[in-house]
């Protein structure tokens, strides 16, 4: 059976964008990569720009869609 993607894949493809990010400005300690997240001001990703903010909670644009099986939304 075929799946789509879905918005946990969509999160998991971001995620995984911003923690190589966050490495390869600051380094791969825990420290440095939470400084690297915290010192993100704008992450261009697939859904639109997002920003970690202060409270480490993640600032991002949410758009509604439905995808028909037809490829039309």
Do not use: C, W
């Not at 825990?30 to 639109?48: D, K, P, R």
């Amino acid at each position: 059976t075929k799946m789509l993607p879905n918005i946990h894949s969509v999160f998991g493809y971001i995620s995984v964008g911003i923690i190589a990010d966050a490495v390869s400005r600051q380094g791969t300690s825990s420290e440095n990569v939470e400084s690297g997240l915290q010192t993100m001001t704008a992450f261009n990703s697939i859904i639109g720009e997002l920003q970690y903010l202060p409270n480490r909670e993640l600032e991002l644009p949410v758009i509604v869609r439905k995808i028909n099986t037809d490829g039309k939304y």
